[in-house]
T-cell receptor, first 114, second 110 residues
Framework: DAGVIQSPRHEVTEMGQEVTLRCKPI?????LFWYRQTMMRGLELLIY????????DSGMPEDRFSAKMPNASFSTLKIQPSEPRDSAVYFC????????????FGDGTRLSIL | RKEVEQDPGPFNVPEGATVAFNCTYS??????FFWYRQDCRKEPKLLMS???SGNEDGRFTAQLNRASQYISLLIRDSKLSDSATYLC???????????FGKGTTLSVSS
């Protein structure tokens, strides 16, 4: 079975550049989550969608971050302009329609902003 | 108070030892609880759900104490392969999303 698919696996870019992270959830999962993980702050929920609609974006750190889900099989997380403090591992996860079911994570994108 | 709190450890134990982790949560109305395992430089993976009556899966036992608002994970007969970070999960204060603790690191040595 195909799991959650994220791309790219690694991204290294200079500060000020636009960064776009991509995610394909598991087919049939109506919930999609974006997380950021750092040593200092652990795994932080940034935003989540239900049926392609953003439900809670209170974890998005600032206006430089934006996320979209144009359809049930694709979501993007964009950072513009990027800053060195955005360096982290970004995970996408999805879960079944009930919303309280365990989340299945993608492999993550390791982002380094120089 | 953080919504989900764990002792970060690390817990360093020898093979065969029994080790227990606790996790406290702030939302008394939380209905769903999980333990995840995360290996170094990997994604978190579901280890087990936590049910009100407690549940066991081989060497792993999860328990929920609603009165004190904590969940626990007990690992018996530790293996080298159990070395990882264990994350507990509960609902956030608003009840709108599941929140992960920062994790407890376990290192099992021979």
């Amino acid at each position: 079975d195909a799991g959650v698919i994220q791309s790219p696996r690694h991204e290294v870019t200079e500060m000020g550049q636009e960064v776009t992270l991509r995610c394909k959830p598991i087919s049939g999962h109506d919930y999609l989550f974006w997380y950021r993980q750092t040593m200092m702050r652990g795994l932080e929920l940034l935003i989540y969608f239900n049926n392609n609609v953003p439900i809670d974006d209170s974890g998005m750190p600032e206006d430089r971050f934006s996320a979209k889900m144009p359809n049930a099989s694709f979501s993007t997380l964009k950072i513009q302009p990027s800053e060195p403090r955005d360096s982290a591992v970004y995970f996408c996860a999805s879960s079944t329609p009930t919303g309280d079911q365990p989340q299945h994570f993608g492999d993550g994108t390791r982002l380094s902003i120089l | 108070r953080k919504e989900v709190e764990q002792d970060p450890g690390p817990f360093n134990v020898p093979e065969g030892a029994t080790v227990a982790f606790n996790c406290t949560y702030s939302n008394s109305a939380s209905q769903s609880f999980f333990w995840y395992r995360q290996d170094c430089r990997k994604e978190p993976k579901l280890l087990m759900s936590v049910y009100s009556s407690g549940n066991e899966d081989g060497r792993f036992t999860a328990q929920l104490n609603r009165a004190s608002q904590y969940i626990s994970l007990l690992i018996r007969d530790s293996k080298l392969s159990d070395s990882a970070t264990y994350l507990c999960v509960a609902h956030n204060q608003a009840g709108t999303a599941l929140i992960f603790g920062k994790g407890t690191t376990l290192s099992v040595s021979s």
